[in-house]
């Protein structure tokens, strides 16, 4: 596609529900990112995959937070047993071997 | 693990006023970015310097890149009102992980 896409936009979760969040990058984009913006801050390094192998988690919060890329192309964030220290938008972010970030709309999750 | 710090992280300008907005990090960086995010929005990409010295300019905004006093700053000329958003820097290492500074939230008021 001509952009990173990712869905849903919004999501509302009730406190202990799993939930999935989906990105599908700019197609040929080998390098995938997973950040999580919380309200008036900058964004936070998550995760990242090179194409269907994920080179560093080290910034996922807890063991709630589950991401997967299985084919090297859509990825998806999956978060478990929701809290409401979960809420803030969660931007998914492609690039090709060379440098440049395209960064999706973001999912904004609000944990009720 | 690299850190970023941005100054100020709000600022007001009049229209036609200049500012610098300031970007320091902590260890070797291999590019550092530019991003302009409006409320709501995703992240624009503005710039991206890669090299000690280099300046890129598009219409009112100046990024610059001192790698050796690891420093970065994003210059407004004669502010204008479509400026207003907030403004990322970020700092890339090891080839594939970018960290984002907290932003600064630029009003330009009439």
């Known amino acids: 596609g001509a952009g990173v896409s990712q869905s849903p936009r919004y999501k509302v979760a009730k406190r202990g529900q799993d939930v999935a969040l989906r990105c599908d990058p700019i197609s040929g984009h080998v390098s995938l990112f997973w950040y999580q913006q919380a309200l008036g801050q900058g964004p936070e390094f998550l995760t990242y995959f090179q194409n269907e192998a994920q080179l560093d988690k080290s910034g996922l919060p807890s063991d709630r937070f589950f991401a997967e890329r299985p084919e090297g192309s859509v990825s998806t964030l999956k978060i478990q047993r929701t809290q409401q220290e979960d809420s803030a938008v969660y931007l998914c972010?492609?690039?090709?071997?060379?440098?440049?970030?395209?960064f999706g709309s973001g999912t904004r999750l609000t944990v009720v | 693990e690299l850190k970023v710090e941005q100054n100020p992280l709000f600022l007001s300008m009049q229209e036609g006023k200049n500012y610098t907005i300031y970007c320091n990090y902590s260890t070797t960086s291999d590019r550092l970015y530019w991003y302009r995010q409006d409320p709501g929005k995703s992240l624009e990409s503005l710039f991206v310097l890669l090299s000690n010295g280099a300046v890129k300019q598009e219409g009112r905004l100046m990024a610059s890149l001192d790698t050796k006093a690891r420093l970065s700053t994003l210059h407004i000329t004669a502010a204008v009102h479509d400026l207003s958003a907030t403004y990322f820097c970020a700092g890339e290492y090891n080839n594939n992980d970018m960290r984002f500074g907290a932003g600064t939230r630029l009003t330009v008021k009439p």
């Open positions: 972010a492609s690039s090709s071997l060379s440098y440049g970030y395209t």
